[in-house]
């Protein structure tokens, strides 16, 4: 995302039971939004790592990630500036695969995701178990792009899409919460579509 907006103007179709409130269908367009210059990643270097309040800080490479297996999440996502895409399909591995081996010490509350570029979110951990999560890597078949974050970008799709951080490298177990870059400039700390919690206050 670039800029503080309330939002984009378009076509709303509010009688459709997956759209949240204020949110609009994007029908085939997928927007491209950033706070930061598009990065090329070397899947050959690029890595996930879990550090922090963890029994076993543990770092993947794009191999080692994939022999975990692979996941899937279909369904829709939603972005705080008011547009949402329906009937995606997510390709990656669960969240909670990867922390089931690097165990989350019993004082664990939030994570915050990092990643390649510097950009950071937060979340409490139970937003991201619970297969509510995923590390994904293919959209609709194909390999995520780069302007929506690939080679891999944390998907959180129950949660505005900010949340679901692009070029993704790693998450920190906290036990607090710890804003992120967004959240730090006015933005809700959790970002719920269906309460609408789009900035702080909401």
């Given at each position: 995302m670039s800029g503080f907006t309330r939002g984009f103007l378009g076509r709303r179709k509010p009688s459709d039971p997956r759209l949240p409130p204020g949110q609009y269908d994007t029908g085939r367009s997928w927007p491209v939004l950033t706070a930061e210059v598009t990065p090329?990643?070397?899947t050959a270097e690029w890595t996930f790592g879990i550090?922090?309040?963890?029994?076993?800080?543990?770092?993947?490479?794009?191999?080692?990630?994939?022999?975990?297996?692979a996941d899937t999440y279909r369904g829709d996502i939603h972005c705080v500036t008011?547009?949402?895409?329906?009937?995606?399909?997510?390709t990656g591995i669960s969240v909670d695969t990867l922390l089931a081996i690097a165990k989350p010490q019993p004082s664990?509350?939030?994570?915050?995701a990092t990643c390649?570029?510097?950009?950071?979110?937060?979340?409490?951990?139970?937003d991201v178990t619970g297969g509510k999560a995923w590390v994904a890597?293919?959209?609709?078949?194909?390999?995520?792009?780069?302007?929506h974050g690939g080679p891999a970008r944390l998907l959180v799709p129950?949660?505005?899409f900010w949340k679901s951080a692009k070029w993704v490298s790693g998450l920190r177990?906290?036990?607090?919460?710890?804003?992120g870059f967004w959240e730090e400039r006015g933005y809700h700390d959790r970002g719920d579509p269906w309460l609408e919690q789009r900035y702080q206050g909401d």
């Open positions: 090329k990643l070397d550090d922090g309040l963890v029994e076993q800080p543990v770092s993947w490479t794009w191999d080692e990630i994939h022999a975990l297996g008011t547009w949402s895409k329906l009937d995606m399909t997510f664990a509350t939030h994570v915050l390649h570029t510097g950009y950071t979110t937060n979340l409490p951990l139970a890597w293919e959209v609709d078949g194909a390999p995520l792009p780069r302007e129950h949660l505005y177990v906290l036990d607090h919460d710890e804003p």
